[in-house]
């Protein structure tokens, strides 16, 4: 199963804290993150991540194109509701291909935990081991 995991500057810090208290968790699965994000992860938590280009260079984009091939199995966005940003399109268009495919994406670290706690669960299937 694959993760997404995506920070606009201000939430950064954050992602990277929900990243070391779940380690553990976000470990089983194949993480992908745009460009700065996904660098900070690897450098801060050790996590295997692939990046893709930033957020404004296309990477929402290029996650958006994931869960549309259906090769991505939830989105953690964690977004700046009081900063706009320039590429509001594109993580628009991301958010809404997420509901057009039925993914699970959390936006703050309350839902973060709870879309993980989630596909953890699923990951684990009836026998609640990895």
């Known amino acids: 199963m694959r993760i997404a995991l995506i920070a606009h500057d201000e939430k950064k810090a954050d992602l990277i804290e929900f990243a070391k208290n779940r380690r553990d968790d976000l470990d089983h699965f194949e993480l992908i993150a745009t460009g700065t994000t996904g660098q900070r992860l690897i450098d801060e938590t050790g996590l295997d991540v692939e990046r893709m280009q930033s957020g404004p260079l296309g990477g929402d984009m290029q996650i958006g194109a994931r869960v549309a091939e259906e090769t991505c199995d939830g989105v953690v966005f964690l977004r700046d509701p009081l900063t706009a940003q320039p590429h509001e399109p594109d993580i ?24 993980l706690d989630e596909l953890v669960f699923e990951l684990e299937g009836e026998d609640g081991k990895f």
Do not use: E
């Not at 057009?100 to 935990?113: C, G, K, Q, R, Y």
């Open 92 to 115: 628009t268009a991301l958010l809404r291909i997420c509901d057009v495919h039925n993914i699970p994406l959390a936006t703050n670290l309350a839902s973060a935990d709870a879309v």
